[in-house]
Structures are given as structure tokens and as C-alpha cells.
């Protein structure tokens, strides 16, 4: 049975576009929240937490809703248009990502602290790692002639896998990191189960947003 996105009922079309509206703006006011909260340049600690909030709530968020069918702030462009500006955000998110985590490594250093002993710090390094190994991988996704020899299909759907994992460990590494004793020093109660609310509904969304547009696939393949 086939069914587009277009035959889809107009509920579940209708809450896709509200929550993808509300997840780009979610993504933005987190990142600014946090930017105001670090007060980026203030110290070499406070570029850590602006770069890895900008990175992966905001620069990676947006690349993956380029791509939704419902709230992508650039629809009328080609697939293989938003494939150039989708790589060009991971690039991004993977040069923020490592400022970021150069900068906390080196506070560390200069303040004779202990190197990724918190799972923060440790989900934070590995995500790191696969997010630019995972933007190296799509080059031949969008230089189709280093594919040969590969199924496209299949290198797209493992792509969009690994990306969603990706997506999640960024998301758990923002919600260990509002733990810290910097976060929960600077904010508490109500505002600090808004703040981690932030990332696991942009988490949802994306999950979605993923998860549907395979089954959609799948569907028009029966």
C-alpha cells in the first residue's frame, strides 16, 4: 500500500509541521540560552559549552530538518541542493565540536584536572569522533563518482542511520552536560527541566522525522 506524504491525513500533517516549526526555534532560543549563560570570550571554559550547544543543538539540528517534508526552511530546493547545505552545516557542527572540545581540554590542562572522567565528557568525546567520521563518510554521497562500486541506496540508508545515532549521543552529551556543576550552579528548579526538555523533544522530532521518512520508503517500495 502506498501512501506520500501528500495522501498523509491532515492531523498528523498538520502536528509534523507544528513540531518541526517549534523544534527551529527550540534549537535557536537553547543555543542563545546557553550562550548568554557561558557568556562566550568571558574565559576559555565558557567557548566550551557555546560551541558544543551551537554545534550539536542548533548547526546539527538544522541540517537534518533540511531535509523534512513538513518544516525545512528551504523545500523548494533540489535533494541534491539541501545534500551541499546539509554537508556544509556538519562541517560546521564538526568544527564547533572540535573548538569546543579543544577548548575544555586545554582549560583542563592548565587547571591540573583529569581528562573525560564523567560520562559527559566521555559520550561528549565519542560523539565528537563519530560525527566527523560520519561527515567524511557522506563525501561520496554527494561526489557520486567516489560511490562506484556502491550501492547508493544502501550507503543513503546507512547514512541516515548512523546520522540518527549520531543525532541522539549529540542530544545525551547536551543533557549529561546540564548535570555539570557549571549548569546546575547557574540554574535550578523550573528553568533547569525547561533546559533539559530542549534537546530531548528536538531528539523526538528528528527521531520522527528520520524514522518516517524510511517507512514512507519502504512503503512506496510494497
Not at 559527559?120 to 554527494?142: D, E, F, R, W
Not at 541516515?160 to 545525551?172: E, I, N, P
Not at 546540564?178 to 523533544?201: D, I, M, R
Request: aromatic share 12%; glycine share 8%.
Amino acid at each position: 500500500m502506498t501512501q506520500s506524504v501528500q495522501s498523509e491525513p491532515w492531523f498528523y500533517a498538520f502536528t509534523r509541521i507544528l513540531f518541526g516549526s517549534i523544534t527551529h526555534f527550540i534549537a535557536a532560543g537553547f543555543t542563545v540560552f546557553i550562550a548568554v549563560l557561558a557568556r562566550p570570550g568571558s574565559s576559555l571554559f565558557s567557548w566550551h559549552p557555546f560551541l558544543m550547544t551551537l554545534a550539536f543543538s542548533l548547526l546539527m539540528t538544522e541540517a537534518v530538518l533540511l531535509f523534512s517534508p513538513h518544516s525545512s526552511p528551504v523545500r523548494k530546493l533540489s535533494h541534491k541542493t539541501k545534500g551541499r547545505l546539509h554537508w556544509v552545516l556538519q562541517c560546521l557542527c564538526v568544527t564547533c565540536a572540535c573548538l569546543g572540545l579543544s577548548a575544555i581540554s586545554y582549560n583542563k590542562y592548565l587547571n591540573d584536572k583529569p581528562h573525560f572522567t564523567s560520562w559527559h565528557g566521555l559520550v561528549g568525546i565519542v560523539t565528537v569522533g563519530i560525527v566527523g567520521v560520519q561527515s567524511l563518510a557522506a563525501v561520496p554521497l554527494i561526489y557520486i563518482k567516489l560511490a562506484k562500486g556502491w550501492s547508493l541506496a544502501k550507503m543513503k540508508r546507512y547514512h541516515a542511520v548512523t546520522g540518527l545515532l549520531t543525532y541522539l549521543l549529540g542530544s545525551g552529551s547536551l543533557v549529561l552536560g546540564l548535570w555539570s556543576a557549571w549548569f546546575t550552579g547557574s540554574v535550578n528548579g523550573h528553568a533547569w527541566y525547561l533546559a533539559v526538555l530542549c534537546p530531548c523533544l528536538s531528539a523526538l522530532v528528528i527521531m520522527s522525522q528520520v524514522t518516517s521518512a524510511y517507512l514512507a520508503k519502504k512503503q512506496m517500495q510494497s
